[in-house]
Antibody
Framework: EVQLVESGGGLVQPGRSLRLSCTAS????????MTWFRQVPGKGLEWVGF??????????EYAASAKGRFTISRDDSKSIAYLQMSSLRTDDTAVYYC??????????????WGQGTLVTVSS | VLTQSPGTLSLSPGERATLSCRAS???????LAWFQQKPGQAPRLLIY???TRATGIPDRFSGSGSGTDFTLTISRLEPEDFAVYYC?????????FGQGTRLEIK
């Protein structure tokens, strides 16, 4: 059974850092790009960034709101994707989700999501 | 930019729902997906490549469209279909969501 489990959320002060983890199981993690999304409670979905599989270079791309402050990485040996967030702002407060994307034409993207982890940035 | 309409749709079970998603530019290779989200839950993939149903999605859900105009149709609403629906596109290096359509029980 495919599972994605986010962890690492919590209350953090503005300007501080936090690292989220997305632990995967039930599929070949290394075959998938991994993507982070977020959602302010009561608002819409926002793409944060993704990291390609190592077969496609393992590079990452970020939304403008995340560029320069957030870093996505992956450890295929542990089947974990990370979202390192620094210089956090109050408007980063959201539920953060991870999801998988095969990046292969005809295969469904984002067919599995984690349950989300809440990050609250507040003093 | 993806613009969804209407913002809220009030219908009764058994009725047909038509949700619209309009892109400001031609969608890349028809990469247009639809997600359903219920309160307290993660989004659920319904449709990808503009018209392909994801695994396990009932056939009352269908997607259509190309270029800049896309539609999600629910042929006959079931009580469990009342939720928020988002369209999503992939622009080559980034993903964008519409602002969502809330489908509520009339």
């Amino acid at each position: 059974e495919v599972q994605l489990v986010e962890s690492g959320g919590g209350l953090v002060q503005p300007g501080r850092s936090l690292r989220l983890s997305c632990t995967a199981s039930g599929f070949t993690f290394g075959d998938y790009a991994m993507t982070w999304f977020r959602q302010v409670p009561g608002k819409g979905l926002e793409w944060v960034g993704f990291i390609k599989s190592n077969s496609y270079g393992g590079t990452a791309e970020y939304a403008a709101s995340a560029k320069g402050r957030f870093t996505i990485s992956r450890d295929d040996s542990k089947s974990i994707a990370y979202l390192q967030m620094s210089s956090l702002r109050t408007d980063d407060t959201a539920v953060y989700y991870c999801s998988r994307d095969p990046r292969i034409a005809g295969r469904p993207p984002f067919d599995y999501w984690g349950q989300g982890t809440l990050v609250t940035v507040s003093s | 930019v993806l613009t969804q309409s209407p913002g809220t749709l009030s219908l009764s079970p058994g009725e047909r729902a038509t949700l619209s998603c309009r892109a400001s530019q031609t969608v890349n290779a028809n990469y247009l997906a639809w997600f359903q989200q219920k309160p307290g839950q993660a989004p659920r993939l319904l449709i990808y490549d503009s018209s392909t149903r994801a695994t396990g999605i009932p056939d009352r859900f269908s997607g259509s469209g190309s270029g800049t105009d896309f539609t999600l149709t629910i042929s006959r609403l079931e009580p469990e279909d009342f939720a928020v629906y988002y369209c999503q596109q992939f622009g080559g290096l980034s993903f964008t969501f519409g602002q969502g359509t809330r489908l509520e029980i009339k």
